[in-house]
């Protein structure tokens, strides 16, 4: 999946959203607002760095041999 096509785009707000809603919903803290976006953009930036990762190998067809 390329980082810049709009599926991953989706992907990455539903990410998003999905990790917002359970730490903004299951936090009775004072500050959970703040907690849940800390989370969620971690959560974004994850996927997007692992994906760069993939993406990136995803065209190197040579054999790797970590032995």
Known sequence: MNIKSKK???V?????LILFLMNYVG????DRLER???TA???VVGLTIGMW???KNSKDDTH????
């Not at 990455?12 to 998003?16: C, G, K």
């Not at 790797?64 to 032995?67: E, I, L």
């Open 27 to 30: 936090n009775e803290m004072p």
């Open 41 to 43: 953009v971690a959560g």
């Open 8 to 10: 991953f785009l989706i």
């Open 12 to 16: 990455a707000v539903i990410t998003f």
């Open 36 to 38: 849940a976006l800390m």
């Open 53 to 55: 990762f993939v993406y």
């Open 64 to 67: 790797h041999d970590f032995d």
